[in-house]
């Protein structure tokens, strides 16, 4: 079955400074993945996502994911994070080709961007 | 982009009273929609699977004699809590997803409360 694992719960990181969120799926076949943004009280907003083709995918506000399958790893990074960058971050995925449909989510990282 | 609606954002009921949830894809036809639970801090756990005009397929330990799902058209399904109780006090969170089944999108969500 499909899992992810997000390691960290919580990521204080500085303005203008780098951060990376990890995730890391277990899967024995091809897998579609996610990250999600969850701001408070509000839905999930779709970041960026890998269904094939180029392993590394963008966002158009700055952040960036490599799809790892030697290391079954998805992190998400960004160079320079901004206050509003401020949220809770889901990682997901999907096993395709096992006729389930089903998201799985990992546990989220809350980001916390100090001014 | 696709959008997904949600109301209401928020209600309030009494214990043994039901509410019901309405989830609308307003700029497409969603062939399948998905009902999540999101409990504070925790990541969204998938409770049903619903195709228009079939039944709902539940995830284990979820009961579909409380939790009724309907998906009469390709734009509207909704989630009735029937007798609800404090603990199904939570964050109820649906998606749609149209011809691409993996690509799943979010509503804004419904906070539950019940007293």
């Known amino acids: 079955a499909q899992s992810v694992t997000q390691l960290d719960s919580q990521v204080p990181v500085f303005e203008e400074a780098p951060v990376e969120l990890r995730c890391n799926y277990s899967s024995s076949v091809s897998v579609y993945l996610f990250w999600y943004v969850q701001y408070p009280n509000q839905g999930l907003q779709l970041l960026l996502k890998y269904l094939s083709g180029s392993t590394l995918v963008e966002s158009i506000n700055g952040f960036e994911a490599e799809f790892n399958k030697s290391q079954t790893s998805f992190h998400l990074r960004k160079p320079s994070v901004h206050i509003s960058d401020t949220a809770e971050y889901f990682c997901a995925g999907y096993s395709s080709g096992a006729g389930s449909y089903q998201l799985t989510f990992g546990k989220g990282t809350k980001l916390s961007v100090i001014p | 982009g696709a959008v997904v609606s949600q109301h209401p954002s928020r209600v309030i009921c009494k214990s043994g009273t039901s509410v019901k949830i309405e989830c609308r894809s307003l700029d497409f036809q969603a062939t399948t929609m998905f009902w999540y639970r999101q409990f504070p801090k925790q990541s969204l756990m998938l409770m049903a699977t619903?195709?228009?005009?079939?039944?709902?397929?539940?995830e284990q330990g979820v009961e579909k004699d409380k939790f009724l799902i309907n998906h009469a058209s390709l734009t509207l399904s909704t989630l009735t809590v029937t007798s609800a109780h404090p603990e199904d006090s939570s964050f109820y969170i649906c998606?749609?997803?149209?011809?691409?089944?993996?690509?799943?999108?979010f509503g804004p969500g419904t906070r539950l409360t019940v007293t």
């Open positions: 998606s749609a997803a149209g011809t691409d089944i993996y690509e799943q999108y």
């Open positions: 619903s195709n228009e005009g079939s039944k709902a397929t539940y």
